[in-house]
């Protein structure tokens, strides 16, 4: 196998990991406005029925997440002076910012079936492009380091990036475009934001995702190459990649335990605005506040991810995360069913629940970096096995799953709306309380399920920090063997391991 270029240590600048995770902030805010508003928007705004508005998103998520693993093969497979992943993190911007101003702003007098044509082919473009973009950026994070916990450090800035971006977009959202006015008190019933908030997130979202490639360009040269004698990117070539990131049993518990994770966080996804805006009854401006919670949750979690990674193994906090993520969400409106919670308009109400928010933020973003840490740790696994490195096959391969599964979420979330016979256009105070009762308990213990299945897989991962010592050593000596054989007559191989200059935090 010809030699690929070094991998950089364990120190990465600080410089880089923020404009890495820039990226995610950029794809938070572009996928926050399709995820948290178009499906109320079409369903509540223009009255598509909500099992057509929920099958739209779910199209788009199936087809999103086959697209997903052709790009990473793609990519691992690129050859050229940009590198493996940057390519790809030039061509989506500008596709991305038109499909989101297309998504909110279909024709006037649209039928419903017209209405669902136009919601499916934009979303589903919107997400492709969004893979194409995505799925690059993932695998360029995962192989910045080759440091147990450095990968998480690296993580942690995506993951906390990503939820600023998360957590801004619905304040800015409510703030200046979904506000209250005289003619529509619930501002996000108002049909006249939406487009100046398409055309927002379609600016901001272009220009960070295009900042995050351009301000690490810089990188390219010290990441892994395409090796020279790995065949170019074909159907066979493609089916198999798939098979060796399936033969890592490690991963496949990573796959099927994020399957049942991302069906509870598609339920609760789809059901979000409805439950806060029906179910506890809050305003535009009251909803908003829950950034306070979001951000300070993503932020301690920020700060915790790391320090926990070199104290425990990876696989203790994503088990204990993902039980508290499946229950704490859970709370609040369970208890209010019971009668032991406080009622719409009850003073402690807020409060109480930025407080849930936060503690559901922090928990997800430890579990998110904690994951997205282990897959890197994975792909050395491969490495090993393999002779070539499968960043984009393995994050994308895993962004497959959690979007179909994510897409039946949203599907039966919408499912569930029509079953508890929620009215379209409804006005909050005024949906029949069975009917909130009864959506309350799909979005609470019904939605829990899955995810405390998927405990029970995530407890089958088995790197520790043991076995992943065991595989850098084994990786120096595949890399000093790559080196040698590729240096030319009469010349020491180069040290494949050395550190990148630069102090980090």
């Keep these: 196998m010809a030699s690929s270029a070094q991998i950089p240590g364990a120190r990465v600048p600080l410089r880089t990991k923020f404009f ?14 399709v995820g948290g508003y178009a499906m109320f928007y079409y369903n509540q705004v223009l009255g598509l029925p909500a099992t057509l508005a929920g099958l739209a998103i779910t199209v788009s998520l199936v087809l999103d997440g086959f697209a997903d693993p052709i790009v990473g093969s793609l990519s691992d497979r690129t050859r050229g002076k940009l590198g493996r992943r940057h390519p790809y993190m030039y061509l989506a911007p500008v596709p991305v910012a038109l499909c ?11 039928s419903h079936l017209w209405l669902f044509v136009w919601f499916s082919g934009f979303i589903v473009t919107l997400r492709v492009f969004m893979a194409v973009y995505h799925v690059p950026h993932l695998a360029l994070g995962g192989e910045l380091s080759g440091d147990y916990t450095e990968r998480s450090r690296i993580m942690s800035w995506n993951n906390l990036l990503g939820m600023i971006g998360t957590a801004g977009t619905s304040f800015v959202a409510l703030t200046f475009f979904f506000h209250k006015t005289a003619e529509y008190p619930r501002g996000l019933l108002n049909p006249h ?45 493609f089916m198999k990649d798939m098979g060796s990131a399936f033969s890592n049993r490690n991963y496949v518990y990573l796959l099927i335990a994020y399957f049942f994770l991302s069906l509870m966080l598609g339920i609760r996804q789809g059901l979000g605005l409805y439950m806060n805006t029906f179910f506890w009854e809050f305003t535009s401006e009251q909803i908003r506040w829950f950034v306070i919670g979001t951000i300070s949750g993503y932020f301690l979690g920020f700060a915790t991810a790391a320090r926990l990674h070199g104290r425990f193994d990876k696989k203790i906090a994503i088990i204990v995360t993902c039980v508290l993520l499946a229950t704490i969400p ?23 629940i930025i407080i849930f928010t936060g503690l559901g933020s922090c928990v997800a973003s430890i579990m998110s970096i904690s994951v997205m840490s282990a897959l890197a740790d994975i792909a050395d696994e491969n490495e090993v096995r393999y002779g070539y490195r499968q960043e984009g096959v393995l994050y994308s391969t895993r962004a497959l799953f959690s979007k179909i599964d994510a897409a039946i979420g949203h599907f039966f979330a919408g499912m569930a709306l029509d079953i508890v016979a929620f009215p379209e256009k409804a006005q909050p105070g005024q949906v029949d309380r069975q009917t909130l009762m009864d959506l309350a ?54 040290e494949p391991d050395g550190m990148v200059g630069e102090t980090t935090t």
Excluded at 20 to 33: D, M, R, V, Y
Excluded at 197 to 217: I, K, N, Y
Aim: no cysteine; aromatic share 10%.
């Design 441 to 494: 308990l799909v979005d609470a213990p019904i939605a829990t399920i899955p995810g405390l299945i998927a405990v029970f897989f995530y407890a089958r991962y088995k790197i520790n920090r043991k076995s992943y010592d065991a595989t850098q050593a084994q990786l120096q000596v595949l890399r000093r063997e790559r080196a040698a054989k590729a240096a030319p007559a009469g010349q020491p191989g180069a």
């Design 330 to 352: 859970a709370i609040a409106p369970s208890l209010r069913i019971l009668g032991l919670f406080p009622e719409p308009g009850q003073p402690m109400l807020l409060p109480l």
């Design 100 to 110: 989101i101003v297309a998504l909110f702003n279909p024709p006037a007098a649209f």
């Design 193 to 237: 934001a939406y487009t100046p908030f398409a055309f927002a997130v379609a600016g901001s979202g272009m220009l960070l995702l295009l900042a995050s490639a351009w301000f690490t360009r810089d990188r390219i040269a010290l990441l892994p190459k395409t090796p020279d004698d790995l065949p170019a990117f074909s159907p066979f070539e």
């Design 20 to 33: 890495f995770g820039l990226g995610a902030t950029a794809e938070s805010i572009t996928l926050a406005a």
